[in-house]
């Protein structure tokens, strides 16, 4: 995995953009919507959302005067296949190991 491709991992360190990112799991919200569930500010929310959209797991849309943000989900598909790669190569030397125990 290259540093750009664990971006996305580093991104969701933050346990903010965690939240955030399991809100817009079930549906679009505004910027406003997401501070009302969370400890912190609007200008920090936005904030959030900006980085979560530079790595591409956030997308938005103009809605009037309002932003309205749900998640991308070629970019959550991304961080899946990630995943994916890194549990079957575990695995696998981990079958590995115990094949040479035996």
Do not use: C
């Not at 664990?6 to 903010?16: F, K, Q, S, V, Y």
């Not at 799991?25 to 569930?37: F, I, N, Q, S």
């Not at 920090?44 to 591409?56: E, F, I, P, R, Y």
């Not at 991304?78 to 125990?101: I, N, P, Y």
Request: proline residues 3%.
């Amino acid at each position: 995995m290259t540093y750009e491709e664990a971006e996305g991992w580093t991104t969701l360190a933050d346990p903010t953009r965690r939240t955030i990112l399991t809100r817009l799991a079930e549906g679009e919200h505004t910027v406003g919507e997401l501070t009302d569930a969370l400890p912190v500010s609007q200008p920090a929310v936005s904030q959030h959302l900006k980085v979560l959209k530079n790595v591409g797991l956030v997308t938005d849309r103009a809605d009037g005067t309002k932003r309205i943000y749900r998640l991308n989900e070629a970019g959550v598909a991304a961080l899946r296949d990630q995943l994916d790669t890194f549990w079957k190569r575990t695995m696998s030397g981990f079958e590995q190991l115990m094949e040479e125990d035996r």
